[in-house]
């Protein structure tokens, strides 16, 4: 078993601190590791270094190479661009040469597992679902009706596997409303889909060949060739759409797709909101007002949270509110609004180009 972990994506609505330069996987969001170097040292010991490779853009691989030395040199896979999930597949697909029959696991660098040993018990499962030839996808069991992810919806019966519950899929739903949403988790049969897959090498090359074949035929060309040259020539050409789309959509409609729900206090960081949850539950019932990093002072402020850059943030009588700080930019705002600041992230693509907030804990 081997792991191909996709630290693409711009984390735009974790703006101003995730920049082009240093988008969210290397980032420090939750303690002295950042969130790429949590999920390739989770993956031990069922997944060692050595069997983790890296696909990431060209302009990142010195920040994977600094942040995971033990990684070997040859697994750090680069992009000229980023074409989305399903390029980032078929490029480890093609590039890697492990055996056809060995299970590959594609997961994404920055998301967050609260329970890492229960999360290595469904790769196991997942894995071993994957070996009978299924494309396998790892679902959520969801504990709201959240309309900012996609859905899975399992088709009965259930079966044991490692002693998880496996299902077919049925198929995928894209991000509902939020009454469709709490019609779906009525059913029980639906997970949030957190973009973490199993399938062997020869199953992922075979359903690209069957449903994205203009994708993976662009990569096999690529590869064949092997010059630095074609990458930067043909690469960027490619088609860009998620593996969802290209592959697993119709693939679960041929009954092609298998799902391993789980509960293991998964949440993808994709907004200030759903970091600042994190930081609430890792911190407990007894939490103070504000929680976050830095140095900071808080008088009387409920459910906030505070990055604080290189200076003392103080905040007084706040509700519900994110501030972050950095030496460029200071962001403030309500958590409903979380998800907006992708707005300004593109009105401000390159604040700061080249800098660095840091973030330390003090008590």
């Not at 972990?5 to 980032?27: H, I, Q, Y």
């Not at 990431?56 to 999930?85: D, F, M, S």
């Not at 509700?319 to 998800?339: F, N």
Request: aromatic content about 4%.
């Amino acid at each position: 078993m081997y792991a191909v972990v996709l630290a693409g994506g711009g984390g735009t609505r974790l703006w101003p601190l995730s920049r082009p330069e240093c988008p969210k996987p290397f980032l420090k969001l939750l303690g002295d590791d950042t969130l790429i170097q949590r999920t390739v040292a989770r993956l031990a010991p069922l997944v060692l270094p050595e069997d983790v490779y890296v696909v990431a853009e060209r302009r990142h691989l010195g920040l994977v190479a600094e942040q995971l030395p033990a990684v070997p040199a040859a697994n750090r896979i680069g992009e000229p661009v980023g074409r989305n999930t399903a390029a980032a597949v078929a490029l480890a697909a093609e590039l890697i040469g492990r055996p056809d029959d060995e299970v590959m696991l594609v997961l994404p660098a920055d998301a967050h597992i609260a329970d890492e040993a229960g999360f290595r018990e469904v790769l196991v499962a997942a894995a071993e679902v994957a070996r009978g030839g299924s494309l396998v996808t790892l679902g959520v069991t969801p504990t709201s009706p959240e309309t900012g992810y996609g859905y899975v919806l399992a088709s009965p019966p259930k079966r044991e596997v490692a002693g998880c519950p496996t299902f077919a899929v049925d198929r995928f739903v894209e991000k509902p409303t939020a009454d469709r949403a709490a019609d779906l988790i009525v059913t029980g049969l639906a997970s949030w889909n957190a973009g973490i897959f199993a399938w062997t090498r020869a199953t992922i090359r075979d359903q690209l060949e069957r449903h994205a074949a203009d994708i993976l035929n662009a990569v096999r060309t690529i590869v064949e060739d092997g010059t630095a040259e074609k990458m930067l020539e043909a690469y960027p050409a490619i088609r860009s759409t998620s593996i969802d789309y290209a592959v697993m959509e119709p693939a679960s409609l041929e009954g092609a797709v298998s799902v391993v729900p789980m509960s293991v206090g998964w949440s993808d960081l994709g907004s200030w909101s759903s970091l600042k949850d994190t930081w609430r539950d890792a911190a407990g019932p007894r939490a103070p007002g504000v929680v976050g990093l830095g140095t900071r002072r808080d008088l009387g402020s409920v459910d906030s949270m505070v990055l604080a850059g290189n200076r003392l943030v103080v905040t007084i009588g706040l509700r519900d509110v994110i501030v972050i700080d950095t030496p460029e930019a200071l962001l403030v705002c309500s958590a409903e609004h979380a998800q907006d600041v992708k707005t300004i992230a593109q009105e401000y693509p390159n604040l700061g180009q080249g800098s660095k907030a840091k973030h330390e804990e003090k008590s």
